[in-house]
């Protein structure tokens, strides 16, 4: 297994500033899609932490807690380049907003159920993710760029880590390899919706990726994995949707509340 190339969030503020992003202001629309990403890696950090002290082994609390922490920087840094649109801070954008303002994908805000639906998550989330961050290098946009440079790094990471564990309990007792066949059909429903193509895309050329052309990169990745594991591919309606547009699934109600209450009953506080 690859080692976590896991950076502190002062080497990530270190990063910004050399990066220029602590200089850069985004347009709106520009905004809206540093949202959509910043909010996918924020929620999925939050689900992560909660398997601190409760994973089936001491280095997997560690390990889960290091990808954790890789993606609340990566949603440091977007959801501070959307909050230069309108004078926002990340703080304000992740403790302040409402369920509905809000633009992570369905996938991002499924519970963690057993182990095994959050290592089927997190193969889904890494797998995308991976393909995301290595196009969005190539954005005309300087900020997106480095952030994408910064973060696909530490997702291949993220990839590997879920992979071997998919092969590990696909390939172990029966009892894992069950709830490994019922992890892939429950997550399953919710991967078309990281493919679909917004209208927001069309606004954003050179700058965005469109999420359809990462869907044969995801494939052959999910593919080569599910092969070597001999796990089939579902055969599952996919889920409706509607997360970019700030329409979630029934769970994300809850993340927020845990994840916020602490800065909305004590706004302002420092420690």
């Known amino acids: 297994m690859r080692q976590n190339p896991h950076v502190t969030v002062d080497e990530l503020d270190l990063a910004a500033e050399l990066t220029g992003e602590a200089d850069a202001t985004a347009s709106a629309a520009v905004a809206e899609y540093a949202l959509w990403l910043g909010d996918d890696a924020l929620i999925l950090s939050q689900q992560l932490g909660a398997w601190i002290a409760h994973a089936p082994e001491l280095e997997e609390d560690v390990a889960l807690a290091n990808i954790a922490l890789d993606l609340l920087g990566h949603a440091r840094s977007l959801l501070r380049y959307a909050g230069t649109a309108d004078g926002r801070s990340e703080d304000d954008l992740a403790y302040f907003r409402d369920e ?5 994908a369905w996938l991002f805000e499924q519970p963690n159920g057993d182990f095994a639906q959050t290592i089927v998550r997190q193969l889904v989330a890494s797998a995308y993710l991976f393909e995301l ?6 954005s005309k946009d300087p900020t997106l760029a480095a952030i994408a440079a910064k973060s696909v790094k530490e997702v291949d990471y993220h990839l590997d880590h879920a992979a071997q564990w998919t092969l590990r309990l696909a390939g172990g007792t029966d009892e894992s390899r069950r709830r490994m066949i019922r992890a892939v059909t429950d997550i399953w429903p919710y991967v078309e919706e990281l493919f679909r193509d917004e209208p927001l895309i069309d606004e954003l050329k050179s700058i965005a990726v469109r999420p359809s052309a990462l869907r044969a990169g995801f494939d052959a990745v999910i593919e080569a994995v599910f092969a070597e594991a001999e796990l089939e591919l579902p055969q599952v309606k996919a889920s409706a949707g509607g997360g970019r547009r700030g329409i979630h699934f029934s769970a994300l109600g809850h993340i927020l509340a845990e994840m916020q ?3 909305r009953q004590h706004p302002g506080a420092t420690w």
């Open 100 to 104: 509905p303002e809000f633009r992570s």
């Open 261 to 263: 209450v602490l800065a």
């Open 133 to 138: 961050h290595s196009a969005l290098r190539a």
